[in-house]
């Protein structure tokens, strides 16, 4: 018999949750439409942040799109601690997804 993990942190909408497989994409949870989660994406990964941010030669990255602001249906079992889930950051952070959708990655400067 398997046993089925669930995550600790209630799905709620206006909750921000990280993805675990894509280090530095933050995702807000709009609503809840059946196993899934309708979500926004607030913060692009690191990786494609990266990408946008060369200027030398744009064409060489032309199939990096910048995904903040784009809405996706997630199930809910991905809402969970382990290598492919998201981890919970917060409850209550649906006021900040303008500013986040809308400025760039300012803390990528290649030290990570």
Known sequence: MSKKMHGLDAVTPGSLWADRRA???VVLVEAIDG????CTTL??????QRL?????????????????GATHRILLDRFRPTANGFTFITAT???LSPQLATRPCLHHDGTH
């Open 23 to 25: 280090w530095g994409r």
């Open 35 to 38: 196993r899934h989660a309708v």
């Open 43 to 48: 913060t692009n990964s690191h990786e494609v």
């Open 52 to 68: 946008i941010n060369l200027t030398a030669d744009p064409t060489a990255y032309a199939n990096t799109v910048d995904m903040r």
């Open 93 to 95: 952070g649906a006021h």
